[in-house]
């Protein structure tokens, strides 16, 4: 089983930046991808940004240019490093990694972080 564990959310004004952090563990050899959702009040889960086989990061329109992604696969560690910040940026953020075998496929989530902008 894969865990993730997300960290570094918190209270940012307009225009500020935040840097989330997703620790990894567990069987991480099985891990074909990762990325971050969010979810708003009354809003479904959506994607923001992935990687996906070591391939180049995906990003969703609304953060392109303002988010960034990146691990550190000593540290088995995926970040977020979120600029320029808007208030519609605020939601849960949650950390994902799909676990990949010959046999099956499952998702891993974080329990999630808060990221609130002020406006």
């Known amino acids: 089983q894969v865990q993730v564990v997300e960290s570094g959310g918190g209270l940012v004004q307009t225009g500020g930046s935040l840097r989330l952090s997703c620790a990894a563990s567990?069987?991480?050899?099985?891990?074909?991808?990762m990325g971050w959702f969010r979810q708003a009040p009354g809003k479904e889960r959506e994607l923001v940004t992935n990687?996906?086989?070591?391939?180049?990061?995906n990003y969703a329109d609304s953060v392109k240019g303002r988010f960034t992604i990146s691990r550190d696969n000593a540290k088995n560690t995926l970040y977020l490093q979120m600029n320029s910040l808007k208030p519609d940026d605020t939601a849960v953020y949650y950390c994902?990694?799909?676990?990949?075998?010959?046999?099956?496929?499952?998702?891993?989530w974080g329990q999630g972080t808060q990221v609130t902008v002020s406006s």
């Open positions: 567990g069987d991480i050899g099985c891990i074909s991808a």
């Open positions: 994902n990694a799909v676990c990949t075998t010959l046999e099956f496929e499952y998702d891993s």
């Open positions: 990687i996906i086989d070591d391939g180049s990061p």
